[in-house]
């Protein structure tokens, strides 16, 4: 499950750098995975897009089958398919084939960067791949609670152990030890690790969005320097264009400065590309509560209840909202 999860999560990833593209963040769309019936048309309508990639991955020792097929949302009709059949260490390959032929179906362009980002291969380490995507699916659940935070840290730097190279898990590490910093434990050691694991990552890969990321994280959360991690945003933002989290990230400090024009609608940016996202709609929420419009923050609060019905800090939000803005403490 967590190889299938890496898959899907890759090809997202490789489609999301893709300009030309609109492409809804992974949170969104984990829903939907299963054998269950599915709708074409109401997913599409939920998530606001008019075509859907359906997939499966299987692995028996070192050979991967992937099954794709590209879908018009609105009728159901199919629009290209593609079967792999290849050893583990061509994951990477088959990836970079997909989101070059989907972007063809589609009629979009690639710049040369974006090409060369395609062709980049995060390891050649399989083990460190599997490790990888398990500290990935720990360290972006909806919560961010500490205990996953914790185990999101260790399976990180068992992959920075097998692959000491492997820039991506260090940019990973380096915004869990951020988050850490910032909500559970703000200790001089966590943030120095956060800034070297992020610097190490952009050593190895300057041009890395996610390096980028992880630096502005390290920037907002650990020194309060707003305006160094807004240009590190900025450039995580140019080469993601479909990275929510980059948008998120700008968003709540436009919110510290007091921009809330700005900030409203960088959230709504942030929304619109990863819509059923609990973490990203509380936060958009705190928007309008702080403004006073209550009403609108109730229905978004309403919305993250929906996209996750166990989030805490949903549900929290919304005790909170209650008792302040109608002194309801029944909620």
Known sequence: AYFADGVQDDVLTNLSKIGDLKVISRMSVMSYRGD????????????????????????????????????????????????YDRD???????????????????????????????????????????????AHDYANRPDRLRETSVKAEELYEKTIKLDPNFALALAGLSIVESWMYHSYEPTPARREKARLNAAEALRLQPDLPEGHLALGYSYYYGDRDYQRALTEFEIAKRDLPNEADAYSAIAAIQR????????????????????????????????????????????????????????????????????????????
């Open 36 to 83: 269950g019936a599915r709708n074409a048309r109401e997913i599409g309508k939920a998530l606001g897009v008019g075509t859907l990639l359906e997939g499966s991955v299987r692995r028996m020792g070192n050979r991967v089958r992937v099954s794709v097929q590209l879908i018009d949302a609105e009728n159901d009709r199919h629009l290209w398919a593609e079967d």
């Open 256 to 331: 510290r400065q007091g921009k809330w024009a700005e900030s409203t609608a960088n959230f709504e940016k942030s929304t619109s590309l990863d819509p059923k996202n609990a973490s990203v709609l509380f936060n958009f929420a705190i928007n309008y509560m702080a403004q006073r419009d209550f009403e609108t923050a109730d229905k978004l609060f309403d919305r993250a209840i929906a996209a996750d019905p166990h989030s805490f800090a949903a549900h929290g939000y919304k005790s909170a909202l209650a008792i302040g803005w109608k002194g309801d403490v029944g909620f």
């Open 88 to 134: 583990l260490t061509d994951v990477f390959a088959i990836q970079t084939d997909l989101a070059r032929k989907i972007a063809s179906a589609l009629q979009a362009k690639l710049s040369p960067n974006e090409n060369a980002r395609l062709d980049r291969r995060p390891t050649e380490d399989s083990a460190a791949y599997l490790l990888y995507v398990q």
